[in-house]
């Protein structure tokens, strides 16, 4: 131990006192002095101390992590395949929930929702994953299983459907005009899907459910990869 005032290590314990030898400085405690021997006069750290060392990283990391869920990630598990051959039945999904705190949805996007008819029966925990055919504003009409979009200048346009590929969409829907703060969508195998054709409640998603942007796809590792 090195003597605060001078740096000698030539301390004894007179009482409950440490002294230098060398300049009599009497020392207030061990604790004061620098452990230069080799000796841990470290105190010794309390069992509850020690369990809440060890345990508070555990709880931060958890925090951080359903924080990040909250408000910035979504996990969904893809209970169907009307996502065919996008997204495969039971394939594990992330979105991101601040996509859309920057931009409004565009057209393609794939998106995961509060499912429509769900919300009008007071079920808020179930959700859909559908691809965004219709924007606010535009008249959705399909025609043979082809679709057509015209927007508030009367343009029509017919979609590309390179994304349809478990199928070959049939039927003729519509027309559809989707209303403000809205969208239309429709899963890619339009042959099995339950979507904007379909629900009962209303035929368009309100941005208010929209939990997110569907980003990658984490599993199965051979499924994974980035959702467009």
């Known amino acids: 131990m090195t003597c605060l005032k001078c740096g000698s290590h030539d301390i004894v314990k007179e009482g409950d006192k440490y002294v230098c030898k060398a300049c009599g400085e009497a020392q207030a405690n061990s604790i004061e002095l620098e452990n230069t021997d080799g000796n841990d006069n470290t105190p010794k750290k309390s069992k509850g101390r020690e369990v809440v060392e060890f345990i508070l990283p555990i709880v931060i990391a958890f925090i951080i992590a359903m924080l ?3 408000f910035i990630f979504a996990n969904a598990i893809v209970p169907t395949g009307s996502m065919l051959n996008t997204i495969q039945e039971g394939d594990r999904i992330i979105a991101s929930r601040i996509e859309y705190y920057f931009h409004e949805p565009e057209r ?15 079920n808020n925990k179930t959700y859909y994953v559908k691809r965004v055919i219709g924007l606010p504003g535009e ?22 459907d390179d994304f349809v590929t478990a199928c070959t969409p049939t039927g003729n829907f519509g027309p559809y005009e989707v209303p403000e703060d809205s969208y239309f969508v ?10 904007s054709r379909y629900w009962v409640s209303t035929n368009y998603v309100d941005k208010d459910l929209i939990i997110g942007k569907a980003k990658f796809c984490y599993f199965p590792f051979d499924d994974a990869g980035k959702l467009e």
């Open 68 to 70: 990040l869920k909250t």
């Open 108 to 122: 393609f996007d794939i998106i995961i929702f509060k499912a429509p008819d769900e919300v009008a029966k007071g």
């Open 139 to 160: 008249t959705v009409t399909i025609v043979n299983g082809v679709v057509y979009v015209t927007d508030k200048d009367g343009k029509s346009e017919q979609l590309r």
């Open 186 to 195: 429709m899963g890619d195998n339009r042959e099995n899907s339950v979507d």
